[in-house]
């Protein structure tokens, strides 16, 4: 073979490699690009799952069951009006809001129920529960008759187990509510909510008003942020249980309810200079007392009276629950004080339908 005819063959077979090589190349490229694409849409995939799943928990019914009649429009579950329906137990079982908190206990609401069986002259027991499903579930069931609810939950308590709300925590004025706040720790960067952006953020559990659901709705609607998208996110299960991750630094903020705040400022388990609050809401209501729409009405009438008519005074519930200077029971109308957090649910509800296309 000659020296030219040797030179040409090498020059055919670079021309060969530098084609096998261009087209390995593009192939790659390719795979790069197709790979990218699919981990995109993965990750929108995931992001549409994980807000519907979030949105779906906040409000799963907005309306009342068609099991319930509403012929006074006061948006609550009526009275059955066959009166050999009603329901008059021989025990009354009364709960407060399910939570392995220590205001769950019996030795808290031993005065309420001693209020409720000197009034209607039945005796009452208390059930403690941890998870809110279990006490949605015992309303409905009819082994729950006096309970409450947190204002997040009650709603859904209303519209699924014909709850009807008759009193909260208020002052001697007769006002009551509190407001959603985003705490930070009083050393952090964060001034403003939109730079929330990579942080991390505690929520408390799902259907809680101020801890989570328009805390929730205000960072989507105000600036667009997403959980997973824009910033991390853990559920608390409990107010203090945020405050404390923020403390710790295990959190960059969380989003608490203002009442639960001041308690614990003022039974000193928390400093109120170690943190600063970033935002705060408009008033919401907060938690609910009611009872279960087909009691009777001579216990309906009883109970009413038995805690508006209670006096706080050197009781565990001024001990409990005074810090945020409530004082007493107080009438609420679930019409009108329920307003704006059934908004906040239309809010979520709108969100998964028109945003997400479900």
């Known amino acids: 073979m000659t020296k030219q005819h040797m030179t040409k063959q090498r020059a055919f077979v670079r021309k060969r490699m530098i084609a096998a090589l261009v087209v390995i190349a593009a192939a790659a490229g390719t795979a790069t690009f197709m790979a990218s694409t699919w981990e995109s849409e993965a990750r929108q995939q995931s992001l549409d799952r994980t807000m519907s799943n979030l949105l779906s928990n906040i409000a799963p019914m907005s309306k009342l069951d068609p099991v319930y009649q509403d012929?006074?429009?006061d948006l609550l579950a009526d009275p059955p009006t066959n009166i050999e329906l009603h329901e008059t137990p021989r025990e009354l079982v009364f709960s407060f809001i399910a939570s392995d908190d220590d205001e769950n206990s019996p030795a808290v609401w031993r005065v309420a129920m001693d209020a409720i069986r000197a009034r209607t002259g039945i005796p009452v027991k208390y059930l403690q529960?941890?998870?809110?499903k279990d006490q949605l579930e015992a309303l409905r069931n009819g082994k729950l008759h006096v309970t409450a609810f947190s204002s997040g939950e009650v709603p859904t308590a209303v519209n699924s187990c014909g709850?009807?709300?008759?009193?909260t925590f208020g002052r001697e004025d007769g006002r009551s509510g509190y407001t959603m706040l985003f705490i930070v720790r009083a050393d952090s960067d964060v001034k403003e909510l939109f730079q929330l952006r990579n942080h991390k953020i505690a929520f408390t559990r799902p259907r809680s008003n101020s801890g989570y659901k328009a805390a929730l709705v205000l960072l989507m609607q105000k600036h667009n942020l997403l959980p997973e998208r824009d910033y991390d996110w853990s559920f608390s299960y409990g107010h203090l249980e945020s405050i404390q991750m923020v403390a710790n630094g295990d959190v960059d903020v969380a989003a608490v309810a203002s009442d639960v705040f001041a308690r614990e400022v003022?039974?000193?388990?928390?400093?109120?200079?170690?943190?600063?609050?970033v935002y705060k809401s408009e008033k919401f209501p907060p938690v609910a007392f009611g009872y279960a729409y087909n009691l009777g009405a001579e216990i309906r009438i009883g109970l009413r009276e038995a805690l508006l008519g209670l006096d706080w005074a050197g009781t565990t519930l001024e001990k409990e629950f005074g810090g945020d200077k409530s004082t007493k029971f107080v009438e609420l109308s679930y019409k009108d004080d329920w307003a704006n957090i059934r908004r906040v649910d239309q809010a979520a509800t709108s969100a998964r339908h028109n945003v997400l296309g479900q």
Request: glycine share 8%.
């Open 163 to 167: 709850f009807t709300p008759m009193c």
């Open 71 to 73: 012929a006074d429009g």
């Open 129 to 132: 529960l941890e998870d809110p």
């Open 266 to 277: 003022a039974k000193g388990v928390i400093a109120a200079e170690d943190f600063r609050v």
